[in-house]
């Protein structure tokens, strides 16, 4: 399967405690990206990469979250001290240049 | 802010129904427009998209969808649904907010959709 893959797909967690995500986009796209998305409501943008470079974040994204692309390649999310309302579906997606967003499965989080 | 509205959380349809789903945006600037659909256990797929050129555009499935600009719509249509056309629906516009390129998608609230056979 040459397309996003996401790791975890599902996560139960404590309140507290901290959690990481992993995304691997489509190999030769530049561009990733994280959102969010809760029960009854469409993904809502986190954060934007192009390369290694962290361009654009959320107000969504509060310090507690932190995003990583290294290499350019994959990307980790992680949320230090989870709360209740951290409980969500993270979405990664990836492009090309040309605007069409690829969806990984998604990681499925909660948070008890 | 940019946003974008779904008119109909939930839609409920016979097989061989005409479906169609409403989207408005708010954004003056040039936007391209997305439909995303998720079938059930599954994820985001893409069904179709509008960035330039003829206002109607279609996409997979027998699905279709026309950029009316002066009413700031991408409305989403199809002559007859199918029982596997069960899912929700998504639309997104992505703005330029910078001059190298197009950024983040900004999603409506979906429509769930449910064929009956």
């Known amino acids: 399967d040459t397309g996003v893959s996401q790791d975890p797909r599902h996560k139960i967690t404590k309140r507290g405690q901290n959690v990481t995500f992993r995304c691997d986009p489509i190999?030769?796209?530049?561009?990733l990206y994280w959102y969010r998305q809760t029960l009854g409501q469409g993904p809502e943008f986190l954060t934007y990469f192009q390369n290694e470079a962290q361009l654009e974040k959320s107000r969504l994204l509060s310090d507690r979250f932190s995003a990583e692309r290294p290499k350019g390649s994959f990307s980790t999310l992680e949320i230090q001290r989870t709360e209740q309302g951290d409980s969500a579906m993270y979405l990664c997606?990836?492009?090309?240049?040309?605007?069409?967003?690829?969806f990984g499965p998604g990681t499925r989080l909660t948070v008890l | 802010a940019q946003s974008v509205s779904q008119h109909n959380h939930h839609v409920i349809l016979s097989e061989a129904a005409s479906l169609e789903l409403g989207c408005n945006y708010s954004?003056?600037?040039?936007?391209?427009l997305f439909w995303y659909v998720q079938y059930p256990g599954q994820h985001l797929q893409l069904l179709l998209k509008y960035f330039s050129g003829d206002p109607l555009v279609k996409g997979i499935k027998g699905f279709e969808a026309e950029f009316i600009k002066s009413k700031f719509s991408f409305n989403l249509r199809k002559p007859s649904v199918q029982w596997s056309d069960t899912a929700e629906y998504f639309c997104a516009v992505n703005v330029d907010l910078f001059s190298g390129g197009y950024n983040k998608l900004i999603f409506g609230a979906g429509t769930r959709l449910a064929v009956h056979p």
């Open positions: 954004y003056g600037g040039t936007v391209n």
């Open positions: 190999s030769e796209h530049n561009r």
């Open positions: 997606a990836s492009t090309p240049s040309s605007g069409e967003q690829f």
